[in-house]
């Protein structure tokens, strides 16, 4: 239950990275991992923190294009209205 308890409030830091600070940390973590030499609880501790900072950049990711989407949606709209009202 502890560790349950740990993952939640890592969750809520991780939330609070962006994503730059988070994509360095998760560079970090796996370079790590690469590299080896680490015990099994250290390498599986590293594996979490990577799942987590993935879907902090997952969800950083998903943001930004949904931004990206809604902005384009509203340029082509106001691009069709501007069609209806010359037709």
């Known amino acids: ?3 349950k308890t740990e993952t939640g409030s ?11 600070q988070a994509r ?3 560079i970090e973590v796996v370079r790590r991992l690469e590299a080896g030499g680490t015990s099994l609880e250290e390498s599986l ?3 979490e923190r990577g799942e987590e900072l993935a ?10 294009r949904a931004r990206l989407d ?4 509203e ?7 501007k069609d209806g009202r010359e037709g």
């Open 10 to 20: 890592e969750q809520v830091a991780g939330e609070a990275l962006g994503y730059e």
């Open 1 to 3: 239950m502890t560790s």
């Open 45 to 47: 501790a590293l594996w």
């Open 55 to 64: 879907k902090v950049c997952r969800r950083w990711l998903e943001g930004a």
């Open 24 to 26: 360095d940390e998760l």
């Open 70 to 73: 809604a902005a384009l949606a």
């Open 75 to 81: 340029e082509a709209g106001e691009g069709d209205g």
